[in-house]
């Protein structure tokens, strides 16, 4: 499995982006995808994920109500939209992907997925 994301950049607070993550090699019709951030001098942590069978998806309190993950299965890309972005959103935005892990929740708990893109960077700053 291949995933690529792409959208990273420098904005000012209250402002929006979106990050997109181009996923290929899937041999299952049935896995978890999400996104996770690592900012300096912290541990990687879950930020929101999606269940590709029935797009359930999970949010940690730290994007609930302001970002919203999606997913276009025909593109097999994987969406972050981020709004009233903040500083302490700075961090390196990765997508993970798993086979095995059953609900978003579970893949958001832990970043123990199987697969990892290279990551890509968001800076909130004025």
């Known amino acids: 499995v291949h995933l690529v994301e792409s959208g990273g950049g420098l904005v000012q607070p209250g402002g929006s982006l979106r990050l997109s993550c181009a996923a290929s090699?899937?041999?299952?019709?049935?896995?978890?995808m999400g996104w996770f951030r690592q900012a300096p001098g912290k541990e990687r942590e879950g930020v929101a994920c999606?269940?590709?069978?029935?797009?359930?998806?999970w949010y940690t309190d730290s994007s609930k109500g302001r970002f919203t993950i999606s997913k276009d299965n025909d593109k097999n890309t994987m969406y972050l939209q981020m709004n009233s972005l903040e500083p302490e959103d700075t961090a390196v935005y990765f997508c993970?992907?798993?086979?095995?892990?059953?609900?978003?929740?579970?893949?958001?708990?832990?970043?123990?997925?199987?697969?990892w893109g290279q990551g890509t960077q968001v800076t909130v700053s004025s």
């Open positions: 090699g899937f041999t299952r019709d049935d896995y978890v």
């Open positions: 993970a992907a798993d086979d095995y892990i059953l609900t978003a929740q579970a893949m958001c708990a832990f970043p123990v997925g199987d697969y």
């Open positions: 999606i269940k590709s069978s029935d797009g359930s998806t």
